[in-house]
């Protein structure tokens, strides 16, 4: 019997599927990145197991590159206007629009 997370992302996690969906949400939806000693701290594991883990949803992550949205795509909140010069992440305090 095969388990249903074979060839998946979570194939051979060490930590509990549950916390494994938290650090994906975590990681998709935040405007800055985290590292690997915060994700291990916030959800119980080891830093390694973190960081192992977080590269596997990086390159999972870039791959879907290859696979552009092509149909009809609802958009919750974006910016217009690019980076800033000297600004990571999100900012709060910019000219931009937000739409």
């Known amino acids: 019997m095969e388990s249903s997370t074979a060839n998946t992302l979570f194939h051979k996690i060490k930590f509990g599927l549950q916390k494994a969906f938290c650090v994906v949400f975590e990681m998709s939806t935040s405007s800055k990145s985290v590292s690997s000693i915060q994700m291990g701290k916030r ?3 080891r830093q390694g197991t973190a ?3 977080m590269q596997k949803l990086r390159k999972a992550m870039k791959s879907s590159q290859k696979y552009p949205l092509s149909k009809l795509v609802h958009v919750d909140e974006f910016t ?3 980076k800033e010069e000297g600004k990571q992440g999100r900012s709060y305090d ?3 629009k937000k739409l």
């Open 43 to 45: 959800f119980e594991i």
């Open 80 to 82: 217009v206007g690019g």
């Open 94 to 96: 910019s000219k931009k």
């Open 51 to 53: 960081w192992f883990f």
